[in-house]
């Protein structure tokens, strides 16, 4: 397979509308597996080939599992650089050690064959997965016909909504409520934005926390993180935290009433407009 051929592969996902739920893939990988390090591009055709963890005939090797027989390899992109040493002039000083410093001379791209987790057999592997605890407002998920499910843990995120699923990275009910509460602002408004709106991710937060004090599961010690998140995306709107809250307060009152079953789903009341 060439590169054009793997690109392609990538428009496939504009083409069919996976565009946005491919994004969300590719910026928050689930695990700390070689493929999370990868380009975002790379990541994109890890989605295209749904899988998420994809690594190298020999890396798998080094896992101690073996790709199966008859299994076939999908094509990542890599860069290569072409290198040679810098001419070194007769009168100036030499290194000791009779090495010259190296100048890019050329960057092309090749492709290379990785294979699916799927399609390896061989050691369990090491992914530090988490056991999900009977979180409250569970039966609400499930109510709404979502997804929940536990994904390892990688650090470089704890939870994540979308395509009517909610993955988590951690036990915390906190991640749980904010997740949950992605899912019942996309009933308030219509649809979410794509990828990290900062309404969104503020109403989330908001509601994440005021859930947690509501039915009595107190994350007093998650406030201070809150505020910086809240901070995080109020700084991209412009904003100073406490207006940014201001300006979402009516859509985080509606998404509380409706996870909450204070009022009808039908006769819910569009969230305030900015």
Same mark, same amino acid.
């Given at each position: 397979? !060439?590169?054009?051929?793997t690109?392609?592969?990538i428009i496939?996902l504009f083409?069919?509308?996976e565009? &946005?739920?491919a994004i969300a893939f590719?910026?928050? &990988? *689930?695990?700390?597996?070689?493929?999370?390090? /990868?380009?975002? @591009?790379?990541?994109?055709?890890?989605?295209?080939?749904h899988?998420e963890? @994809?690594r190298?005939y020999r890396? /798998?090797? @080094?896992?101690?599992?073996q790709v199966?027989?008859?299994a076939?390899?999908?094509?990542i992109?890599? &860069?290569?650089?072409?290198r040679?040493k810098k001419?070194?002039?007769? !009168?100036?000083?030499q290194? +000791?050690?009779?090495?010259?410093?190296?100048t890019i001379t050329s960057? /092309?791209?090749?492709t290379?064959?990785?294979f699916?987790e799927?399609?390896t057999?061989?050691?369990?592997?090491?992914? %530090? %997965?988490?056991?999900?605890p009977?979180?409250?407002?569970?039966?609400?998920a499930? +109510?709404w016909?979502? !997804?929940v499910?536990a994904v390892?843990g990688n #650090?470089?995120f704890?939870g994540?909504?979308g395509n009517?699923?909610i993955?988590?990275a951690?036990?915390?009910?906190?991640v749980?409520?904010?997740e949950?509460s992605h899912h019942?602002h *996309?009933l308030?408004i219509? +649809?979410l #934005?794509?990828?990290?709106? /900062?309404?969104?991710?503020i109403?989330?937060?908001l *509601?994440a926390?005021?859930?947690?004090r509501?039915i009595g599961?107190?994350?007093d010690?998650?406030l201070?993180n *809150?505020y #910086?998140?809240?901070e995080?995306y109020? #700084?991209e @709107?412009?904003?100073? &935290?406490v207006?940014a809250?201001?300006?979402?307060i009516?859509?985080?009152?509606?998404v509380?009433?409706?996870?909450?079953?204070?009022?009808?789903?039908?006769n819910?009341?569009k969230?305030v407009a900015?």
């Amino acid at each position: 397979m !060439n590169v054009q051929e793997t690109l392609q592969n990538i428009i496939e996902l504009f083409q069919t509308g996976e565009i &946005p739920e491919a994004i969300a893939f590719a910026t928050f &990988p *689930s695990c700390d597996v070689p493929c999370s390090h /990868w380009s975002f @591009a790379n990541r994109l055709l890890c989605f295209f080939h749904h899988t998420e963890d @994809a690594r190298g005939y020999r890396q /798998w090797q @080094a896992v101690n599992r073996q790709v199966k027989k008859g299994a076939k390899a999908f094509h990542i992109i890599a &860069p290569r650089l072409g290198r040679k040493k810098k001419h070194c002039p007769a !009168n100036s000083e030499q290194p +000791e050690d009779d090495t010259s410093p190296e100048t890019i001379t050329s960057l /092309w791209f090749v492709t290379v064959p990785v294979f699916c987790e799927a399609d390896t057999e061989g050691e369990p592997l090491d992914y %530090q %997965q988490i056991i999900l605890p009977d979180l409250p407002l569970m039966d609400r998920a499930i +109510e709404w016909g979502l !997804n929940v499910r536990a994904v390892p843990g990688n #650090k470089m995120f704890y939870g994540r909504y979308g395509n009517r699923e909610i993955t988590l990275a951690t036990s915390e009910e906190k991640v749980f409520f904010h997740e949950l509460s992605h899912h019942a602002h *996309s009933l308030v408004i219509g +649809e979410l #934005k794509p990828g990290q709106d /900062w309404r969104q991710e503020i109403v989330a937060e908001l *509601s994440a926390q005021a859930l947690c004090r509501i039915i009595g599961k107190r994350a007093d010690s998650t406030l201070g993180n *809150s505020y #910086k998140y809240i901070e995080h995306y109020a #700084k991209e @709107a412009g904003l100073n &935290p406490v207006h940014a809250c201001l300006q979402v307060i009516g859509d985080v009152e509606s998404v509380l009433k409706l996870i909450l079953k204070q009022e009808p789903e039908e006769n819910q009341i569009k969230a305030v407009a900015m």
